[in-house]
């Protein structure tokens, strides 16, 4: 049933695409005039509405016929940004050569982006948030579903854009609007020239292959600086191991071996000339380096709350003055991950791009990170943790953060209903949906 | 509105003129294409819009409610009629809601104006925006498809179809090709979509003929124009009913009886009659669509009227004989066969028509072999009455003589029919019994006169008998159904009613009852009510629906009056100053901010106003301070209350600002 309802909107959606491809604005308008009018026309005697019936359908076959002689060459170059942001408009040029021995005229560039429809296993296993409270007909055919994966694929709304009058062998730039919708890698597979017929209904298209990709960053919001305490924490390694692979550290002095030294430090040259082993001491560092938590385990592939706990650990990431600190961004993947930014060591933006592509961890419990970041815990100043929810692991992990020293500020992203009472002095509570306020009431 | 200018004023115009609402459509119209002349618009919100729409689902409903009561219950098969007409008034019904778009400030109507779920979406998070609609193309599609069902069958609707469509259309050409390529593709397209419709509509109409073939052979319905089951055979007596089913006027002079016929038939099969060879044909209205011509040539003065009820709008209509033209019959679709019915296909509950009757009988072809032919089972008894008569030897007006006083001097008439003696019951009617009621007669009488060479057909219909003091016409009742023969002589059709004239008293006697007065005085109270529902028409409907939007729309003005209005961009854009002044913009505390000001006392860009008069009074200026917070006040209410200031504060603030400025050493210093 499920397969059957699959490959139907499959081959339904790759007909949308296409005629929303092939039609303009004025081709879909008159199309569904058409469809108006064969529903009140049907009966011919009753009402003249099957002279508006053939008319339409006259224009549109005419139009139709127009639009498969189309062919046209263009060297089109795409210059796509590195990074944009969700929900934030960016711009980027494309640059076209007219190759043809004709000045080209009223073409309209549209963008191809990766398709967005799901695979069949994915529309198989997938659960929409909610989908559980749909009526037995949806949750059967998962009509809505489908549209929520095809939405949740879709990386960008990119409106199509005319072209400028270009004479034979000239070349002409055109800034595209793109409005990125999620946050991740989203991928461009050609652009597509169309060409609407005289009548301005039907475009013939010409597409030209051009693969592309750019970086949607997380989501960000406004938030006030937050005040994370400043002690500064001894660094074993020092300055040198966090700001470059390799073992080259600040030399301070030579001192006799004690037990348990490690073997690398002993100092080889000095042992031959006294005798007896010696090691190389080295000066100890100690600066501001704080750790910024990402709870990744969400319970399900998809959901806002995870999506809006991303957003803001990018924020925070952007907030934090990374001038003279060290912010680590933890959180657990497929294996648990920490990257660092700072003084010099590789930019917020890193971080952000990581964020763009963190997803949410199903097989691991939530013990995984905690016990990841006490690893690291003598050496943070302080620590940010970004919460899915406030249960009692998670409870453990802030409090015994907190007892070893390390001052926590944990933020609890949660579904307005979902939020649990009590222990709203230990933590920000952020409500999905509300979630600029509840920053900017810090 | 994003349509070329007055293009939506052309489409309603157009549709105003397919569904004869002239008047409604030039007011549309007006107040449509008036958004592009006047200035002002208004700036309405969701909500308002969402009021608006609101309207105009009450008039769609009412409207609706209201066709089906008055035009046809809401039985499916009546339903497309009043649908039809619903659907006709749906751009007056919509208009105001494309009106609110044309003066609103945004130009477009949210989506969430039309659906509930959306509505509630867009009231719990304010922010989203469901997506916007541009309402005008929309509209002017409506008015063309709506224009579509007043079914005006001219050229005209197809011209002005055309020509709408290449208005919309050239503002939209692309610019690549010349207008050269553009008119020829249009006017490929319209010779195409000409010769498709001619096309589809012959197509409809020859699957038609083909489907009401087959259909008529299987379904039968109340009086089936091509089959008549008689009671031929059937033992005990007639069940008869009271009920008054006609009323007639007949032409001055003209007194009862009157045969109204509803229908002819050629072949009996016992114990039925039926129609072979009449299949309907449409008959189409003259110019106003309620004079209806069954025969060619002029019609006479003289006529009678027929008030008849249809059931659920379809029915074949009672008519005297020779008629040749009906008039002031108010119905969609007419239709009549070769036998002289005529029915109706889609109309009212009640028809009210005069029937124009002239010297020929064109409305009924002439004979063929069906009407010659006796069955065999009647075939002996015929033949032996025939001879018995010697009609054979007589010319054909004698015969019908001879056959009409046979029937009057030898038979009787009954309602009650006792066990048959032997043979054919039609049999045992001519040859023993010699007794029965008229369809016994009417039946032997065309079988005589077919045996004795006279074509002759099987009529049913009404005699008209009874006057009614009360209503002061005749009134025709259930029980005056009756039958008779036609019979072709001298190339012409007459009625012939052998029946004994006492059947009428006999079968009242049958069913008179002491309530008869009061059930026909409620029959006649339920005449003038159907009349008066069904005699509108849908013109005056239109002209009450005007009526009715008139509080509406006083309504819907007076909730919109108080709202704010905004000067329209344009003009002033072209002189490079903002659009619209905030309130309180020409508060004369700005005449203290630039004194200040040019005394190096300015406020700061960032600075709020108590502020920079705290920072003044800390800086020890040589201001008056006090006056200063307390003008700062009033200029604050004046520039930011709901409720604005009355005339003396404002005029208050104007004193003291003067006083202040006028006072010695005040920012001077």
Redesign the interface.
Known sequence: MRRVAYRLFRSTSTFQYRLGRQL?P?GK?ALA?LV??AV??F?????????????????L???TA?SGGFRVRLDVRRVLPRFVTAGEPAAYPVVIRNGTARPQ???VLLEDLADPRPAVDEFLHAREPGEERRNWFDRTVGYPRWAWLVARKRGAAIAPRPLPALRPGDAGEVVIELLPLRRGRLAFTAVTIA???????VNGLVRVPLPGSLVVLPKRYAMPDLALPGARKYQRGGIALISSVGDSEEFASLRDYRPGDPLRRIHWRSVARVGRPVVREYQGEFFVRHALVLDTFAGRPESHVFEEAVSVAASVACSIQTQDSLLDLLFVGPETYSFTAGRGLGHTDRLLEVLAGVGPCLDKPFRTLHHAVLERYASLSGCVAVLLAWDQPRRDFVRHLRALGVPTRAFVVSEPAALEAGAGHEVHRLEV?RIAEGLAHL | MSTPPLLLGAAVLFWGWATGLLLPAIAVAAILEGARAVPWRVDFSRRDFNRVSDLCAILFAGSAIYLFTAVGGMRVVDGPRAITVLFQWLPLLAAPLVACQAYSTAGTVDLSVFFWTLRKKAADEPGASSGALDLAYPYAALCILSASAANVRTPAYYASLCLLAAWALWSRRSRRFSSLWWGTSLAVAVVAGYAGHLALHRVQQKLEEVAFEYISGLVRRDTDPFRSTTAIGHLGRLKLSDRILLRVEPAAGQGAPILLREASYNVYKSPAWFALGAGFTPVQPEAGGETWKLAPGPAPETSVGVSAYLNRGRGVLPLPARAMEIDGLAVVRLSSNRLGAVKVDEGLGLVTYRVRVGPGALLDAPPTDFDVGVAAAESVAVAQIADELELASKPPAARLEAVAAFFRTNFHYSTYADQPVGGAPLEDFLVRKRSGHCEYFATATVLLLRAAGVPARYATGYSVQEWSPLERRYVVRARHAHSWALAWVEGAWRDLDTTPPEWVDAEAAGVASAFEPVSDFLSWVVFLFSRWRYGEGWDGVGRYLVWLLVPLVLVLAWRLYGRRRIGRARTEAARGEPAALHPGADSEFYLIADRLAVAGLGRRSTEPVSTWISRLEEGHAPVATDTLRQIARLHYRYRFDPDGIGADERQALRARVEAWLAAPGTGRG
Do not use: C, E, K, M
Not at chain 1, 44 to 59: D, E, I, K, P, S
């Open positions: 303009t004025a308008f005039a108006a009018a009140i026309g009966d011919t005697n009753r009402t003249v509405g099957y002279q508006v019936f053939t008319l339409l359908a006259a224009l076959s005419v139009s127009w005229r009223g073409l060409r609407p017929d005289p009548l301005g209904l949906g």
